[in-house]
């Protein structure tokens, strides 16, 4: 279980976002191959497509491109400051995942370096 400074606990969201009532600092994604905690500090801008399956945030060093069904609830919860975690959601094969009800689905990310000039990078 993972828990708040004061000892309370995160509660899991079935889409695989963590949410919780204080504000974060990081907002961290998580795949099987890679973890990166972001300030949201750095956090320049974010953008739902009117589909609700791509979710773009512009951090001062990085990139992350969200995809995925039903976005608002995520795009929500960070535009709030309350989102600590994002993975992927359960899935049957890489890239199509197990659709459940209307609860938000995050099928991939993609996370790019900007570099100082504002270029994208690896």
């Given at each position: ?85 994002i993975r992927l959601s ?33």
């Open positions: 279980m993972i828990e708040t400074h004061d000892g309370t606990p995160l509660r899991p969201r079935p889409n695989g976002v963590e949410r919780t009532d204080i504000q974060g600092l990081f907002l961290r994604f998580e795949s099987k191959r890679e973890r990166i905690a972001l300030p949201y500090a750095l956090l320049l801008k974010l953008e739902l497509s009117l589909d609700q399956r791509t979710l773009e945030l512009a951090f001062a060093t990085h990139t992350v491109t969200v995809g995925g069904w039903d976005l608002n609830e995520i795009y929500e919860m960070i535009a709030d400051g309350h989102a600590r975690c359960d899935q049957e094969s890489p890239g199509i995942p197990v659709r459940r009800d209307d609860r938000a689905i995050v099928g991939e990310f993609r996370i790019t370096r900007v570099d100082p000039d504002g270029r994208k990078g690896r």
